[in-house]
T-cell receptor, first 115, second 110 residues
């Protein structure tokens, strides 16, 4: 069956450290993988997109890697701050036979950054 | 301001009633999506639409219906056939790949 798995346990780290979140997928062949941030009671907000032919993408303190052989993406936040505390969701596109595609999300990992 | 607007923010439904959640976007996006989120869970896809007058079922479409008569609008009806409708509902739109989300509608069955 098709699955997108993120660590369901919260990640609790000290301010200033690097947070690393994992997204693994099974029986998908995404051309793109995305990461979103969601705060409680709010809609997710787009952070980064990485294409299947890209190994790494950076944006300020954020870094995403994409390994299509391992079927895994890693999301890093360097020099983490308490304001980075949120739930982080990975998402990938699932292309259909009729050329449409749907955006599928993982269950998210909650990040807590202690001051 | 361009964006995606969901209304109402909170909605209470009696058992056996149909309710319609509104989603409007002025971003000129072709694709629109409806997701359901339960406490501590990820987003599950209900319906999606790539163009006007066309839509496809997602992973949990039973008990829901949608229409896409205009590019800007993608309303979701939660029917009485949906046995456990209490959840947080999120609408999104996209042009290329990045999805823009509304602020959500929290539906509670009373």
């Amino acid at each position: 069956s098709q699955k997108i798995e993120q660590n369901s346990e919260a990640l609790n780290i000290q301010e200033g450290k690097t947070a690393t979140l994992t997204c693994n997928y099974t029986n998908y062949s995404p051309a793109y993988l995305q990461w979103y941030r969601q705060d409680p009671g709010r809609g997710p907000v787009f952070l980064l997109l990485i294409r299947e032919n890209e190994k790494e993408k950076r944006k300020e303190r954020l870094k995403v890697t994409f390994d299509t052989t391992l079927k895994q993406s890693l999301f890093h936040i360097t020099a983490s701050q308490p304001a980075d505390s949120a739930t982080y969701l990975c998402a990938l596109d699932d292309f259909r036979m009729d050329s449409s595609y749907k955006l599928i999300f993982g269950s998210g990992t909650r990040l807590l950054v202690r001051p | 301001d361009g964006g995606i607007t969901q209304s109402p923010k909170y909605l209470f439904r009696k058992e056996g009633q149909n309710v319609t959640l509104s989603c409007e976007q002025n971003l000129n996006h072709d694709a629109m999506y409806w997701y359901r989120q339960d406490p501590g869970q990820g987003l599950r896809l209900i319906y999606y639409s790539q163009i006007v007058n066309d839509f496809q079922k997602g992973d949990i479409a039973e008990g829901y219906s949608v229409s896409r008569e205009k590019k800007e609008s993608f309303p979701l009806t939660v029917t009485s056939a949906q046995k456990n409708p209490t959840a947080f509902y999120l609408c999104a739109s996209s042009m290329e790949r990045e999805a823009f989300f509304g602020q959500g509608t929290r539906l509670t069955v009373v």
